[in-house]
């Protein structure tokens, strides 16, 4: 009888329990995750714990979710396209400009090669010019104090009392003026003509470069506008599909 007891306790002892089966993710943490894609899909960064565990959805809900999220990714492929435009149009001006500064500076310094060289030209002449009329002067004054004559400071000594050596350098004197006050004439008058071009040349470059920076803003402004726009209707967008989960 004992050994039958024994084999009725063995009979009735409970089995041991099965390992719970694993369950998948929730329909609900399905439709969350979903919805995560499309926020991360618009580069829409969300701090974990932010967006509250997602309720049931009706099936006008579900659809109204899927628009939003096409439309989220139709707006981030408008705007990548915007902005590579935007960026396109900002190297061109950029571009555009630093070719009106390069000609601007090369400008610059085409007055150092060209303009300076003719001012320097022209004041040797004048120094040359100088030269002679003192010489002419001494020449005079020197033959008049041979002859004993006291000429006053400031006074043009008469001429008569030279010799004939002295009057015919005093003539080479007064031709090489002649000539040199000719040839300062024509320096001085290519000189004006290239101060003009030169001055003329270089208002048009600075017109044209504030012109170019001024028309900047104004070029710019529908596509900085566009971009304000797609970037308020993201985030319009991502504002219902938070109203949704």
């Given at each position: 009888m004992d050994s039958d007891s024994?084999?009725?306790r063995e009979e009735h002892s409970p089995a041991t329990a099965a390992a719970p089966t694993p369950r998948g993710p929730t329909r609900a943490q399905l439709e969350r995750s979903k919805i995560l894609d499309a926020l991360e899909d618009a580069n829409v960064q969300v701090p974990a714990g932010?967006?509250?565990?997602?309720?049931?959805?009706?099936?006008a809900q579900k659809l109204r979710k899927k628009e939003l999220r096409d439309e989220l990714h139709r707006l981030k492929f408008l705007e990548d396209e915007y902005r590579e435009e935007l960026n396109r149009k900002?190297?061109?001006w950029t571009s555009s400009r630093k070719e009106l500064v390069d000609q601007l500076v090369a400008?610059?310094?085409s007055y150092k090669t060209n303009i300076e060289l003719d001012e320097k030209r022209l004041a040797d002449v004048d120094s040359e010019i100088k030269d002679v009329v003192m010489e002419l002067k001494n020449l005079?004054?020197?033959?008049?104090e041979d002859a004993g004559i006291v000429i006053p400071e400031g006074v043009l000594p008469p001429t008569r009392d030279l010799t004939e050596g002295q009057k015919l350098r005093k003539k080479e004197l007064r031709e090489e003026i002649t000539r040199l006050k000719e040839l300062e004439r024509e320096h001085n008058e290519a000189l004006q003509v290239k101060t003009e071009?030169?001055?003329?040349?270089r208002r048009a470059l600075v017109a044209t470069l504030e012109r170019h920076d001024s028309e900047r803003q104004e070029s710019f402004a529908p596509d900085y506008k566009l971009s304000k726009?797609?970037?308020?209707?993201?985030?319009?967008?991502v504002s219902e599909i938070k109203g949704l989960v």
């Open positions: 024994g084999d009725e932010v967006l509250p565990v997602t309720r049931n959805l009706t099936p900002k190297d061109e400008l610059d310094e005079i004054i020197d033959a008049l071009q030169w001055d003329t040349a726009e797609l970037d308020e209707k993201i985030k319009s967008a």
